[in-house]
C-alpha cells in the first residue's frame, strides 16, 4: 500500500502538465517554470526553518550541475506540453532512465550487459512508433525537444545519485534545486518582459505550485517506503493520467499504435532501471 503513494504523485504531476498547457496561453515556457521553482524555493525553506535543519552544504559544485541540468531539461519539458499532447511530452521526457542506462556505462565506466542493451532499443522502438502516427510535419521540432528533456533530466538523475552517495538530505536537494531554478529564469526574465497575472490566470500559477509541490513529497514518501520496482512501475501512471487530460479537454485521442509506442518506453524503462547496474537504481 505505501508503494501507492507513487499513483498520488503520478496524477500531481499530470495535473501540474495539465495547468502547464492551460498557463501556456498566459504566459511563456521561462516564466511557467519561474514561478513553479519560486512556489517550491519557498515551501521548501519555510519547512527547513521550522525544522531546523541547515543550508550549508560541502557538494556545491553537484548541486549546481544538477541544478543545470534538471532546469535544462524542466525547460524543454514544459515548452513540449505546449506544443504537443500532454501524454506525448510525458512519454518523450520520461526516456529518461533509458539514457541513464546509456550514461552508466559512458561516465561511470560500467559493464554494458546484452539484456540492457535490448531494453534500451526496445524503449527506443517505442519512441519511433509514438512519434511517427501521432506528430505533424511541424510539431518534430517539439518531439526533438522532448528527447533532449529526457536526455537533461537523465543526467540530473545521475547528479542525485551522486548526492545521495554522499549523504546529502532531500531538502537540500530540492532547495538548492529550486534556488539555482529560480535565480536563473528570474534573471533571464530581468532583461525581458514578465506577462501580466491577473485574477483570472494567477490560479494556474498558484496550482502550478502547489501540484508540482504535492508531487515532490509523495513521490519521496512512495521511494522511501514503498517497493522500488514497485514504485517505479506506478511512476509511469502519469502517462495515464495525462492522456485521460487530453481526451477530455482536447479530445485529443492518440492512435493505438502510439499507446503501444508509450507501453514500450515504460517496460523499456523499467527494465533499464531492473537490469542497470547498482550505482543508477533508486535508492
Not at 524555493?41 to 527547513?48: D, G, H, I, N, R
Not at 541513464?100 to 527506443?124: D, N, Q, R, S
Request: glycine share 8%; net charge positive; charged share 10%.
Amino acid at each position: 500500500m505505501d508503494s501507492l503513494w507513487m499513483l498520488v504523485a503520478g496524477f500531481m504531476f499530470a495535473c501540474m502538465g495539465l495547468l502547464v498547457k492551460l498557463g501556456a496561453a498566459h504566459f511563456s515556457s521561462i516564466e511557467l517554470v519561474f514561478y513553479r521553482s519560486l512556489f517550491g524555493l519557498l515551501l521548501t525553506y519555510l519547512a527547513m526553518r521550522a525544522s531546523r535543519v541547515s543550508l550549508a552544504t560541502e557538494h556545491w559544485k553537484i548541486h549546481c550541475w544538477r541544478g543545470l541540468f534538471g532546469l535544462g531539461g524542466l525547460l524543454l519539458f514544459f515548452y513540449c506540453i505546449t506544443q504537443l499532447p500532454l501524454a506525448t511530452a510525458v512519454s518523450l521526457n520520461n526516456t529518461w532512465p533509458l539514457f541513464l542506462a546509456l550514461l552508466a556505462t559512458i561516465i561511470l565506466k560500467e559493464h554494458l550487459h546484452w539484456a540492457l542493451v535490448m531494453a534500451v532499443v526496445l524503449g527506443f522502438i517505442g519512441v519511433v512508433l509514438l512519434l511517427r502516427p501521432s506528430l505533424h510535419e511541424d510539431q518534430w521540432q517539439a518531439g526533438l525537444v522532448g528527447l533532449i528533456s529526457g536526455i537533461l533530466a537523465s543526467v540530473a538523475h545521475l547528479n542525485l545519485k551522486q548526492l545521495g552517495k554522499l549523504g546529502e538530505s532531500e531538502w537540500l536537494v530540492v532547495f538548492y534545486f529550486t534556488l539555482i531554478c529560480t535565480v536563473i529564469t528570474g534573471m533571464w526574465l530581468s532583461l525581458t518582459n514578465f506577462s501580466a497575472i491577473t485574477s483570472s490566470n494567477v490560479w494556474l500559477l498558484v496550482g502550478i505550485g502547489i501540484t508540482a509541490t504535492l508531487a515532490q513529497l509523495a513521490l519521496t514518501r512512495a521511494y522511501r517506503v514503498g517497493r522500488t520496482m514497485v514504485v517505479g512501475a506506478l511512476a509511469y501512471s502519469t502517462v495515464l493520467f495525462a492522456g485521460l487530460w487530453d481526451a477530455f479537454f482536447w479530445n485529443e485521442i492518440l492512435p493505438i499504435s502510439a499507446w503501444m509506442g508509450m507501453g514500450m518506453i515504460v517496460l523499456g524503462g523499467l527494465l533499464s532501471l531492473r537490469i542497470a547496474p547498482v550505482s543508477v537504481r533508486s535508492q
